[in-house]
């Protein structure tokens, strides 16, 4: 017989169900609302979003002068806030507050002389968002291999990407320290990343399988795969179509985990078909 685990901390985390809840609202209040880019990473989110008469775009351009805009969870840079208020739009901020802090933090520190070390993907937007309030250029590191063991830094600002793997943020934290004259280091890994994959490290040990539901583009939920990886056999899917049922046996362990930005029901309809299959 086949034992099914549902994570506890699987599916939306606070900052992704805050950005869906004022985006349903800005659709119930105005029939002009925009948003550029995904408002998160999850497909299925942005479609229901999209068929409550939410307009997605490429760029602010498309945006006609006087609209509402919705400011993806991932948050964006101090120039693209700028630009909203040239064009007289009306912001429906749905930052992620622990993105916003790191904003706060950047633009504090770079004024304050330091040089800005973002531990994170440089073509993530809350990366590029997170960059652009800084009053100079960054240094983006995400693998520890980009660090030469010569590299110095003078007087640095680290925070990382709030989805960072824990293991692997903190490698390349200590590596830079190392090699750093003077620094200031701000923890800036999300509280529910942290709690996320913890809990995927106790359970997938404990487990034969686990199946990981989210976005390719999601960057959490791949780190929730290759954090899973390390234990068991796992599977990272996008939705039930893409579930391969061909190798779990009649009798194992199961574990479900699902991104921060994977609505409830997809999660429900994997679980409904695990059993289903038995």
Known sequence: ??????????????????????AREAAECSENVYCVGSIVHNKYVNRELEEKGIRFVK?????????????????????????CEKKHLRLVDTTCPNVKKIHRI?????????????????NHPEVIGISG?????CEIVYQEEELSEEQTFEKICIVSQTTMNLEKNQKIIDKIMKNAKDYIVFDTVCRATEERQ??????????DYAIIIGDPA??????LYEIS???????????????????????????????????ASLINDVVLHLKQDE
């Not at 309030?133 to 250029?137: E, K, L």
């Not at 913890?198 to 997938?204: D, G, I, P, S, T």
């Not at 999601?218 to 780190?223: I, K, L, V």
């Open 1 to 22: 017989m086949r034992e099914i685990v549902v994570a506890k901390t699987a599916g939306f985390c606070f900052g992704v169900k805050r950005a869906v809840d004022l």
């Open 59 to 83: 760029s602010l351009e498309e945006v006609p002068d006087g609209a509402d805009v919705i400011i993806r969870a991932h948050g964006v840079t101090q120039e693209e806030i700028k630009e």
């Open 106 to 122: 950047v633009e504090e520190y770079s004024k304050k002389g330091y040089r800005i070390v973002i531990v994170g993907d440089k």
């Open 133 to 137: 309030w800084s009053v100079s250029p």
């Open 198 to 207: 913890n809990e995927l490290r106790k359970l997938a040990q404990e487990s």
């Open 218 to 223: 999601s960057a959490n939920s791949n780190r």
């Open 229 to 263: 990886k390390e234990y068991c056999n796992s599977q990272f899917i996008e939705n039930i179509d893409e579930l391969c049922l061909n190798f779990l046996g009649t009798s194992c362990k199961i574990l479900v985990m699902a991104g921060a930005s994977t609505p």
